[in-house]
């Protein structure tokens, strides 16, 4: 039982490439969500999903892109990278975070 | 729009000293959930408070909801050196159902 895994831990792009951030989770439960966390800052919610086949903005969305095909996972598609979207990036299963994945947009 | 305000943004206190930090939010929440991150670490569900005026105990840490169920504060009596990290509100707006989170309270602890 791993709970919400993410991948890759670390990443550097340069700008304009594209990425998917992979979140999974184990605990069959529908409610996921995707955080971004800037230096010294709290968590903003991306996107979120109460279930496969559903997806919600949260506060900042803009850049990115979600699907929900499966119950288990998650993925955050990054198109256009940015230099505002070096952060580092939570995946959640209901209260329980994911390790997070470490971004650098160069 | 919809904000959770949360105070202080730094404590440094002595090892031994009590420690609080405090959540508000502008709007009423359904309920409202606390998280602990160590530097590096990602957060680390505490607790959740659903009931207005609830207060809920965990060894040294005591966490409370207010009446109106817009404000929630979580103390730590005689903190050690494993409380150093952030801690985070997160309120689950009544509204519209979305999580926001404040912006953390990071402790230091002095030895």
């Known amino acids: 039982n791993a709970g919400v895994t993410q991948t890759p831990k670390f990443r550097i792009l340069k700008i304009g490439q594209s990425m998917t951030l992979q979140c999974t989770q184990d605990?069959?439960?529908?409610?996921m969500y995707w955080y971004r966390q800037d230096p010294g800052m709290g968590l903003k919610l991306i996107y979120y999903?109460?279930?496969?086949?559903?997806?919600d903005k949260g506060e900042v969305p803009n850049g990115y892109n979600v699907s929900r095909s499966t119950t288990e996972d998650f993925p955050l598609r990054l198109e256009l990278a940015a230099p505002s979207q070096t952060s580092v990036y939570f995946c959640?299963?209901?209260?329980?975070f994911g390790p997070g994945t470490r971004l650098t947009v160069t | 729009g919809q904000q959770v305000m949360q105070i202080p943004q730094y404590q440094h206190v002595q090892e031994g000293e009590d420690f609080t930090t405090y959540c508000n939010s502008s709007t009423t929440l359904s309920n409202i959930q606390w998280y602990k991150q160590r530097p590096g670490g990602h957060p680390v569900f505490l607790i959740q408070?659903?009931?207005?005026?609830e207060v809920k105990k965990q060894k040294r840490l005591t966490f409370q909801f207010g009446e109106a169920k817009k404000n929630s504060s979580l103390h730590i009596t005689a903190t050690q050196t494993t409380d150093v990290g952030t801690y985070f509100c997160a309120g689950r707006m009544k509204r519209d159902d979305k999580i926001i989170f404040g912006k953390g309270t990071r402790l230091h602890i002095l030895p």
């Open positions: 959640a299963c209901r209260q329980y």
């Open positions: 408070l659903v009931k207005s005026g």
């Open positions: 999903s109460v279930g496969a086949g559903i997806t």
């Open positions: 605990m069959n439960h529908n409610y």
